[in-house]
Nanobody, 111 residues
Framework: QVQLVESGGGLVQPGGSLRLSCVAS????????MGWYRQAPGKERELVAR???????NFADSVKGRFTISRDNAKNTVYLQMNRLKPEDTAKYYC?????WGQGTQVTVSS
């Protein structure tokens, strides 16, 4: 059974930073492409960043230069480091592997 468990969301002021974590189980993590998606109220879920098994990553244009994605295969964990956060980054962030999803973690950027 695949499980993806996110953590690290919260309330942060504009310009601040957060790091999201996603611990995966039930998969061969070091062979898995892992992704972070987000969904804001009234909007469709969108890809934020994706990291391939070898470490190559791609990002949505809206977060390039501000967000980084990394993985620790020894810990079955993928991270999303979010810097210079903006109010428009407010959303629920979901970890993804293939057709599996975590429960999401809320990120709110507000002063």
């Amino acid at each position: 059974q695949v499980q993806l468990v996110e953590s690290g969301g919260g309330l942060v002021q504009p310009g601040g930073s957060l790091r999201l974590s996603c611990v995966a189980s039930g998969i061969i993590f070091n062979a898995a492409t892992m992704g972070w998606y987000r969904q804001a109220p009234g909007k469709e879920r969108e890809l934020v960043a994706r990291i391939l098994p070898g470490g190559f990553a791609n990002f949505a244009d809206s977060v390039k230069g501000r967000f980084t994605i990394s993985r620790d295969n020894a810990k079955n964990t993928v991270y999303l480091q979010m810097n210079r956060l903006k109010p428009e980054d407010t959303a629920k962030y979901y970890c993804n592997q293939n057709d599996h999803w975590g429960q999401g973690t809320q990120v709110t950027v507000s002063s």
